[in-house]
């Protein structure tokens, strides 16, 4: 399968990504004059290796090259002319990109900003193994357009049902003989039924304010019951909901987090189309990768003349749900919900966006509910957007660590702000032979503003 276009540029009138990555020549430096990593946020690390028990990859091998400071040193190495060497790629591409090292790092290292940077080089510098360029073909083939993930729907429900999953797995042949095809079946998650998504929800009682909402791409195909629930939660809290399923694709996290820089910037420039006109006061998100690619887009489209205030000025405007419930203040009674819920920490919402107090605080909110810490939780959970697909191994051990830690709280429910993170850990923990309910944190809220039984969290 071969790389789709994404008019990344234009070379004698071709699109540069028609013709594939432009590798350098043997002996050229490994980074171009096209947004190369800046050497001024290299220079800010200090090598402290604070960075270094927060990083997953580090605590699964306790490779250097594997650390965040490792792979600045070889980002320096670039910059000071080496070459883009297969061995760089290979440990730029197993970073996560959790950023868990932004929060630790004493000295405001912009690694977030080096990373995808280096990325965005090494996606159009560096010529893959055929192999891996047909699966990550594949991959951004189908995850950001949410119309071609419904489609999935139907033979997923119908699989699921058939009793051949459960043989399957009963043999454990899967895991052995396609890896990664084992990865997206135990990450699928249960098809519930869908119904139409409607183009606006009102606002109940006296309108606080008006917002957009993200319905997303895995969200939408696979948990439409989360985008029910938080347009709800915001339609109780005094909001006006603009949907507009049908203008809406994908944000362009998947995107911009894996490199694919061209390809994002398309995918910024139809949301901001959809929605900047829309006369919205916020735009709400609710998957913390989603928030943090949009909160990024004035950066992401600085460039372009017809975009650049029109990026940064909706980027000012997206909130997590979280965040925007916390700034406006409950105005929906609560009911009780008794249940104990551990509460995880997403990376992109927690170490991206800083986002941490806002869900305890409406969790605790809550009456009945009683809220537990989950062990380390800086330490990301394997899914990290589409490295669980790509690196199905070490995703498997940080995702089994991860429901471990769980667990061990005695919890009744998982809560957290990410589908893909709610994919991964229930997955551990049946790999644990354990049983782990998982929710949205706006399922929860939405439960207690209904009234809704605590049982209906915990099917």
Known sequence: MSELPTQRGQAHGVPRDVLGPVAPAPGEPAFDDDHPPRRDLVDDCVHCGFCLPTCPTYVLWGEEMDSPRGRIHLIEQGLDGDPLTPSMVTHVDRCLGCMACVTACPSGVRYDRLIEDTRQQVERRHHRPRRERALRAAVFALFPYPRRLRLLRGPLRAYQASGVRGLLRRTGLLPRLAPRLAALDSLAPRIAPTGRVPRRVDARGPRRATVGMLTGCVQRAFFPEVNAATARVLAAEGCDVLIFPERQGCCGALSVHNGRRAEAQRFARALVDAFDSAGIDYFVVNAAGCGSALKEYGELL?????????????????????????ELGPVAPRHPLPVTVAYHDACHLAHAQGVRTQPRELLRAVPGL??????????????????????????????????????????????TANPGCLMQIAAGARRLGGSLAVAHTAQVLDASIRARPVGELLR
């Open 302 to 326: 600085a460039d372009d003349p017809a975009y650049a205030e029109r990026a940064a000025s909706f980027a000012g405007a997206v909130r997590d749900l979280s965040e925007l419930l916390v």
């Open 370 to 415: 009683v809220l537990r810490e989950i062990a380390d939780p800086e330490i990301c959970c394997g899914s990290a957007g589409v490295w669980n697909v790509l690196n199905p191994e070490p995703a498997g051990r940080l995702g089994d660590r991860k429901a471990r830690d769980v667990l061990a709280t005695g919890a009744d429910l998982l809560v």
